[in-house]
């Protein structure tokens, strides 16, 4: 529980500082929403489902990745504009960190639901995860796609497309090499901390 408690802590702490002075709030509200509702959904399910401390870690560096993106939007991130000058790149390309984190860490929350709560047959885990993030990930370009057409220009910032025409497909791209990523690296670690869980007495 300590444990978390500082994970708490380091969530605001990284919230406040995306609040201070970012880019327009409009943008910063849109970006940093999914941060805010997740929290409140984990605070509320708290009691009832604890994920691991490896979930919680992970949804945390999500948490920033939102933070940062929120604060400059992705497509102004100054460390990804440096590296856009030093690899002679045509874009800042922190948005493709923030979908493939956007894969990675949803995989993480959906594979230890779909083992723990015995949701699926364990040769369907990696297919049937790497399929709810691609899901996930289609469903917010449509929500991208909706605000975009809501707000008119003052959505620019937030879909951060920097003029590339196929940013939508490559998004959902990365959403999933990030999923993939997380079942061929994390799976061992993730099934012994959700063995560790088990075994703890409660």
């Known amino acids: 529980m300590r444990k978390n408690s500082v994970l708490i802590v380091l969530y605001f702490i990284g919230l406040l500082w995306s609040a201070i002075n970012p880019h327009d709030y409009f943008t910063w509200f849109l970006e940093v929403f999914p941060a805010i509702i997740g929290f409140i959904l984990l605070v509320l399910t708290y009691k009832k489902f ?96 909706f605000v975009a057409l809501m707000t008119g220009e003052s959505a620019e910032s937030f879909l951060g497309t920097q003029g590339y025409i196929w940013d939508t497909q490559s998004d959902m791209l990365y959403a999933t090499l990030g999923a993939m990523s997380m079942i061929v690296f994390m799976s061992s670690y993730q099934n012994k901390q959700i063995k560790k869980m088990n075994n703890s007495p409660s």
């Open 50 to 145: 604890r994920f691991t401390y490896l979930t919680y870690c992970c949804i945390l560096l999500h948490c920033y990745v939102l933070f940062v993106g929120g604060h400059y939007t992705y497509a102004e991130v100054p460390l990804f504009d440096w590296l856009k000058e030093v690899f002679n790149q045509t874009r800042n390309n922190y948005d493709k960190v923030g979908h493939f984190a956007q894969g990675f860490v949803p995989a993480i929350i959906t594979r230890e639901i779909f083992i723990r709560k015995s949701v699926v047959k364990p040769s369907w885990l990696s297919f049937l995860t790497i399929c709810v993030c691609l899901s996930i990930s289609a469903v917010y370009e449509f929500l991208e796609w």
